[in-house]
Nanobody, 119 residues
Framework: VHLVESGGGKVQTGDSLRLSCAAS????????MGWYRQAPGKQRELVAY????????NYTDSVKGRFTISRDNAKNTLYLQMHSLKPEDTAVYYC?????????????WGQGTQATVSS
């Protein structure tokens, strides 16, 4: 599975951004996809994820009500709509897809896209 993110950029506090993650390859094997982010000097954290079949979503508390994760299954593309952005949302955002098997989980990562929010 190959993942390519896009949509990052530099915005101001209160602005919006939409990130996209295009998946190719063995996309039929993907069970779930998510967005992670890593700010300078901090550990990578999970922002939101979605299960492909059920559409179940979950968000980290700091983005609830501001971010929305979605997936267009026909286009094999994952989105993260971000509203009311804050400077603390500044980070490199990574797309991750995973396949859950009886034995182990297989993870696939994109290269990341930078989102910078200025005050």
């Amino acid at each position: 599975v190959h993942l390519v993110e896009s949509g990052g950029g530099k915005v101001q506090t209160g602005d919006s951004l939409r990130l996209s993650c295009a998946a190719s390859g063995r996309t039929f094997s993907i069970d779930a996809m998510g967005w992670y982010r890593q700010a300078p000097g901090k550990q990578r954290e999970l922002v939101a994820y979605i299960y492909v079949s059920s559409g179940y979503t979950n968000y980290t508390d700091s983005v609830k009500g501001r971010f929305t994760i979605s997936r267009d299954n026909a286009k094999n593309t994952l989105y993260l709509q971000m509203h009311s952005l804050k400077p603390e949302d500044t980070a490199v955002y990574y797309c991750k897809a995973w396949e859950e098997t009886m034995i182990r989980q297989y993870d696939y990562w994109g290269q990341g896209t930078q989102a910078t929010v200025s005050s």
